[in-house]
Structure formats: C-alpha cells, structure tokens
C-alpha cells in the first residue's frame, strides 16, 4: 500500500490544546503517519511500528523530558 493508496484516519492526543500546536497520528499497515496539525496537506513523517512503539516506550520512560521542565 503507498501513501496514494492509504486513506489514514488522524488523530490528535486528548491532551492537545485548542492553539493547534500539536501533531496528528494515522495507523496504517506496518506504519505510522505523523504530521503536523496546522498543515493537513504538507509533509507526512512515516514510521515503522517498531519503531513507533519504541518511541513511546522512550516517552513514557521520561527519556525525553528537559531537566526542569
């Protein structure tokens, strides 16, 4: 399946704010889609699911947390 082919549902996190200043997700096979918010029509990040899950693994651990934050 190509991106041409793919009809992805996007998504926002529930945590968003109402500026818009936030990413959209889409599952589609053996990947992820991310893009940004306030562009539906531009770039489009593609990821593989492990390494998708790996990234959120990362999140959840606090690896990417600034000191201070």
Do not use: N
Not at 7 to 20: D, I
Not at 21 to 33: F, G, I, K, S, T
Request: proline share 6%; hydrophobic share 40%; aromatic share 8%.
């Amino acid at each position: 399946m190509t991106m041409q082919d793919a009809k992805p549902t996007w998504r926002k996190s529930s945590r968003s704010g109402a500026a818009g200043h936030c990413v959209e997700v889409a599952d589609v096979p053996a990947a992820v889609l991310v893009r940004d918010s306030k562009d539906a029509t531009g770039p489009v990040l593609r990821f593989g699911t492990g390494d998708w899950t790996g990234f959120i693994a990362g999140i959840r651990a606090g690896e990417f947390d600034r000191p201070g934050a």
